[in-house]
T-cell receptor, first 112, second 111 residues
Framework: KNEVEQSPQNLTAQEGEFITINCSYS?????LHWLQQHPGGGIVSLFM???GKKKHGRLIATINIQEKHSSLHITASHPRDSAVYIC??????????????FGQGTILTVHP | NAGVTQTPKFRVLKTGQSMTLLCAQD?????MYWYRQDPGMGLRLIHY???????AKGEVPDGYNVSRLKKQNFLLGLESAAPSQTSVYFC??????????FGAGTRLSVL
């Protein structure tokens, strides 16, 4: 079993829909990251969170440490949101050195 | 600021050839990482560095070597390329326990 599991693996939506991507992890963490990768493109960090909720524009990320679960929400989705969304966790301890363990990614396609 | 710059962007090698991928960052970050990304798998850590002159093995280090002679540069070497090393390679850097900044990636094919 992977340490970081994302669901769904693929997601198709119509423009304007509310989207949720889930991430579950099995290890103790010091932080969780959400990243975005456009087709053929680089990887951009969206959020880093260790508790509660963060919001940036139409994107909202939440985390429940007790349940080892995080969600990424996109409100009023748009075709330009089409990308791969990646969840990654940073372990605890002084020797983690910022290293991340990544989920397999969720491929999101938003149709006009 | 250019951020994290990777060169080259594309490369085709024959089995047994060698090459070096260069990662340069201009953000004065301490930590740097090399990852590979393969279809159906998450990003996997090859090697990382926590400072100039230091390197350490990640999850999939076999067949690769690295060097960090200068703080801003992190080099990934393939001494004898194999088809299993066909992948997209990403470099990233961070200021300790912060978000990671990624390069644009290097697409490598080994024939």
């Amino acid at each position: 079993k992977n340490e970081v599991e994302q669901s769904p693996q693929n997601l198709t939506a119509q423009e304007g829909e509310f989207i949720t991507i889930n991430c579950s992890y099995s290890v103790g963490i010091s932080a969780l990251h959400w990243l975005q990768q456009h087709p053929g493109g680089g990887i951009v960090s969206l959020f880093m969170l260790s508790s509660g909720k963060k919001k940036h524009g139409r994107l909202i990320a939440t985390i429940n440490i007790q349940e080892k679960h995080s969600s990424l929400h996109i409100t009023a989705s748009h075709p330009r949101d089409s990308a791969v969304y990646i969840c990654a966790v940073r372990g605890k301890g002084g020797t983690s050195y910022g290293k991340l363990t990544f989920g397999q990614g969720t491929i999101l396609t938003v149709h006009p | 600021n250019a951020g994290v710059t990777q060169t080259p962007k594309f490369r085709v090698l024959k089995t047994g050839q060698s090459m070096t991928l260069l990662c340069a960052q201009d953000m004065n970050h301490e930590y740097m990482y090399w990852y590979r990304q393969d279809p159906g798998m998450g990003l996997r850590l090859i090697h990382y560095s926590v400072g100039e002159g230091t390197t350490a093995k990640g999850e999939v280090p076999d067949g690769y070597n690295v060097s960090r002679l200068k703080k801003q540069n992190f080099l990934l070497g393939l001494e004898s390329a194999a088809p299993s090393q066909t992948s997209v390679y990403f470099c990233a850097s961070t200021a300790r326990e912060n978000i990671q900044y990624f390069g644009a990636g290097t697409r490598l094919s080994v024939l």
